[in-house]
C-alpha cells in the first residue's frame, strides 16, 4: 500500500508541539528524519493508503479506477498496530495517513479519523499524525479529524483548473477549496480560543498544507507560483509542495512514459518557495510575465540579482539583514551571523568564507572589508557565464526541458 | 575547566592542550600536568555562566563532547577569550575560536540528531527495547533527554559499542549503566532473546522502506550523504 503513496510528497513530521503526558508513548515537537530512501528523500513518517480502491480515475495516479492493479484494504486496526510497533522501534515520527475514495467521501474520511481517534484515545499515542482530507468530506469530519491530527492536508493535484479538468474529471476545485477554507476559519478560531484558555484542546497545531503535480500539464512556472503564493497568504497553508510527474501511464493526456521526471524544475520550485517564505521575495519578482520560467541553470535568487544589478554591489558590513539576505550565494544562517559578527569588527573575505558564504557566486554582488573587489562593470550574462564555467552542476548530464512548447 | 584555571593562576601565555603521554618536548616550553580539580572547575564554570548566556555553556559542553584530539585546544582559547573580554563575545564569528567552537558545535548537534534518527529498538523478552549505537561523538548525554521524554512507556537501553556504556531507563529514571558482554554474550545472541513478533515487524519495515522508493528517481549520492555507511550496521533496513 505504501507502493501508492509513495508519490505522496510532504514528509514533514515538525511544526507541531504535542507534549508526552501521564507518562504516554511519544511527543511530536521536533522534526527527524528517521531514514532516507534511495531516492534521497526523507522516510519520517509511516505513509500509507487505507486502500487503493478508488472510484475515482484521474490520468496521473497509480490508484485510477481503470488502471489494472491488484486492490486491496486495511483494517483500522491493522494500521493502528502497525504504527504503534514501529513508533516503538524508533523507526518512524508518527503516521500519514491517506486513502483512495471506498464509497463517497464521507464514508472515507470517517474511516481515516476513526484511525487517528484510536491511536490517540486507545493507545495514548501522542506522537505526529498526517491525515488527508478528502475533497468533499463534511465539515463534522474535518471538525473532528482537527482534534486528533497534527496536520491536515487538501491535494490540490494541479496548479490550475483547466489541468485538473484534463486529466481528473472527476474532481472539481471547488470541492479541494472548501475544507481549506473550513479548516483555515478553524484553526484562526481555536488559535483565538487557545489564548484564553490554555487548557482549550489541540487543533491540528501544525497547520494545514497542500500539494500539486507539476509538468504533467502545460502551466508554466508563473502559474505555479502564483498559485502557490495565493494558497501561503490566502489559507495559511504551512507548506505547499511541489511533485515532478513520475510517469506512470501512457494516457494521450500526459507525457509519455519515457519521459524524464523534472527534477531540476522542481529543485528550482522549491528553492523559489524557500525564497517567498525565508528571504522575504515577493512572487512576482521571482517570475512574472516577463520572465515565465525559472532558469534552470542557475538558482532563482542569482537568477533574480543578475536582472536587478542596479542593486549592487552591498557593502556587507553595512547593509541590513534584508538586504544581506538576497545576495546570491549568501543563506539565511550566514546572513544572521554575518550581521552579527560585524558588531565585533569589520568583515574580510577570509571571515566570509569562514562564515560559510558561496564567495564563487557572492563576489560578484558585494564588497567588505578589503581593498579587492570585483571591480569590473560586468553585465549580468557575463556573470552567469563566469558562475556556469567554475562550477558543475549535477544536473547536467540529462537536462530534461521545460514544457514550454506547448 | 581545571586548566583555565591554572593559566589564570599561573599567569601563562603560550599554552596548548596535550592529551596526557604525548607531550614530546620542545625549545623553550614547560610540561604541566592537569589533574581535574572538582573545586577550581567549579569556579570557572560560575565565571563561564557570569559572563555568557546558559545556551553558550551548553554550547561549550557540547563541544566538549566531541572528544577530537588536539580540538581541546579551540575550547580553552574560547574559554580565555570569554574571561579576557568585558563584553559577551559568543556572537563574534570573526574570531577563529569563536569560528572553531561552533563548528564543532554543529558536528556534535548533528551526530546527536542523527542517532535521534538512526536508533532502531529491538523489543526482547522481557518487554525491554534494546539498541546499539556506534556515534562519531560521545553523545548519549545529549540524546537521554530525548528518549526519556518519547518513550515514557517502554523501558530501553540503548548502548555505545565504542565507548562500552549505555543508558537504561527502568520506567521512573535513566541511569548509565556498562554491560559483560563476554558473559551475557548480548550482542551475539540478541535474536534469541526477541520477543515473539520482533521479526515480523522488522520484516515489515524492510518491505516498507524498499516500495517507498520510487526507482525512476535513484540518487545515490543523496542518499548516501544523508545516512552515511558507517551507520549501516545498526540500521535494520539496511541489514
Known amino acids: ?406 | 575547566m581545571t586548566a583555565v584555571f591554572e593559566i589564570y593562576a599561573r599567569k601563562l601565555k603560550y599554552v596548548k592542550m596535550l592529551p596526557n603521554g604525548t607531550y614530546s618536548g620542545a625549545l623553550f616550553t614547560d610540561e604541566l600536568t592537569i589533574v581535574t580539580d572538582e573545586n577550581r572547575a567549579r569556579r570557572v564554570l560560575q565565571g563561564l555562566t557570569k559572563k555568557i548566556a546558559s545556551a553558550g555553556v551548553q554550547r561549550l559542553y557540547a563541544a566538549h563532547l566531541a572528544e577530537i584530539l588536539e580540538e581541546d585546544n579551540p575550547i580553552v582559547g574560547y574559554m580565555r577569550y570569554v574571561f579576557d573580554n568585558e563584553k559577551n563575545i559568543e556572537d563574534d564569528y570573526g574570531n577563529r575560536y569563536v569560528l572553531r567552537v561552533s563548528e564543532l558545535v554543529r558536528m556534535v548537534r548533528r551526530e546527536k540528531h542523527r542517532m535521534e534518527a538512526f536508533i532502531r529498538f529491538q523489543k526482547l523478552k522481557d518487554e525491554t527495547f534494546y539498541a546499539t549505537v556506534d556515534p562519531d561523538f560521545n553523545v548519549l548525554p545529549l540524546i537521554l533527554k530525548h528518549f526519556r521524554k518519547r518513550y515514557a512507556d517502554q523501558k530501553w537501553i540503548i548502548y555505545d559499542t565504542r565507548r562500552a556504556f549505555g543508558l537504561y531507563y527502568d520506567l521512573h529514571q535513566v541511569e548509565y549503566i556498562t554491560l559483560d558482554f563476554s558473559e551475557e554474550g548480548v550482542g551475539k545472541s540478541i535474536v534469541s532473546k526477541y520477543e515473539s513478533d520482533e521479526g515480523i515487524y522488522q520484516v515489515l519495515w524492510k518491505e516498507y522502506f524498499k516500495s517507498v522508493n520510487i526507482a525512476s528517481r535513484k540518487n545515490n549520492k543523496l542518499h548516501l550523504r544523508h545516512v552515511p555507511k558507517r551507520y549501516w550496521k545498526n540500521l535494520t533496513e539496511k541489514l
Request: hydrophobic share 40%.
Open chain 1, 1 to 406: 500500500m505504501a507502493d501508492a503513496a509513495k508519490y505522496d510528497v510532504s514528509c514533514a513530521s515538525s511544526g507541531s508541539k504535542r507534549k508526552n503526558e501521564n507518562k504516554g508513548l511519544g511527543n511530536a515537537s521536533n522534526g527527524i528524519c528517521h531514514t532516507y530512501t534511495e531516492d534521497g528523500r526523507c522516510v519520517s513518517l509511516l505513509k500509507i493508503l487505507l486502500t487503493n480502491h478508488c472510484i475515482f480515475d484521474c490520468a496521473y495516479c497509480v490508484s485510477r479506477k481503470s488502471n489494472d492493479i491488484k486492490r486491496a484494504a486495511f483494517t483500522v486496526q491493522e494500521v493502528v498496530d502497525l504504527t504503534i510497533n514501529f513508533y516503538r522501534r524508533n523507526y518512524i515520527e508518527g503516521l500519514f495517513l491517506s486513502s483512495g475514495i471506498f464509497k463517497d467521501a464521507d464514508f472515507t474520511m470517517e474511516r481515516l479519523v476513526r484511525v487517528a481517534k484510536k491511536l490517540r484515545t486507545e493507545h495514548n499515542f501522542n506522537g505526529y499524525i498526517h491525515l488527508k482530507s478528502i475533497p468533499g468530506a463534511s465539515d463534522e469530519l474535518m471538525q473532528e479529524a482537527g482534534l486528533y491530527a497534527d496536520r491536515l492536508s487538501v491535494n490540490l493535484e494541479m496548479p490550475t483548473e483547466e489541468g485538473l479538468k484534463l486529466l481528473a474529471p472527476d474532481k472539481n476545485r471547488e470541492d479541494m477549496i472548501k475544507p481549506m477554507h473550513y479548516l483555515k476559519n478553524q484553526l484562526i478560531l481555536r488559535t483565538e480560543e487557545k489564548k484564553l484558555f490554555k487548557k482549550a484542546p489541540l487543533f491540528a497545531p501544525a497547520g494545514q498544507s497542500t500539494q500539486m503535480v507539476i509538468g504533467a500539464t502545460p502551466e508554466n512556472d508563473h502559474h505555479i507560483l502564483f498559485t502557490a503564493n495565493h494558497f501561503y497568504k490566502s489559507f495559511n497553508m504551512k507548506r505547499v509542495y511541489y511533485s515532478g510527474y513520475v510517469p506512470i501511464s501512457n494516457d494521450k493526456r500526459l507525457p509519455g512514459l519515457n519521459t524524464a521526471v523534472p527534477m531540476v524544475r522542481e529543485n528550482r520550485l522549491y528553492q523559489a518557495d524557500w525564497l517567498m517564505r525565508f528571504y522575504g521575495f515577493k512572487v512576482n519578482e521571482i517570475v512574472n510575465d516577463s520572465v515565465p520560467h525559472l532558469d534552470l541553470d542557475i538558482d532563482p535568487k542569482l537568477s533574480w540579482a543578475i536582472r536587478n544589478m542596479q542593486l549592487f554591489p552591498v557593502d556587507i558590513n553595512k547593509a541590513d539583514l534584508q538586504v544581506i539576505l538576497r545576495i546570491p550565494g549568501i543563506g539565511v544562517q550566514s546572513a544572521q551571523k554575518i550581521v552579527k559578527a560585524r558588531l565585533f569588527s569589520k568583515l574580510n573575505w577570509e571571515n566570509l568564507k569562514q562564515i560559510g558564504v558561496a564567495i564563487n557566486r557572492a563576489r560578484y554582488f558585494i564588497t567588505c572589508s578589503s581593498n579587492a573587489f570585483e571591480r569590473r562593470d560586468l553585465t549580468g550574462t557575463n556573470i552567469k557565464q563566469f558562475i556556469l564555467a567554475e562550477s558543475q552542476s549535477k544536473y547536467l548530464k540529462n537536462k530534461p526541458a521545460q514544457l514550454s512548447l506547448f
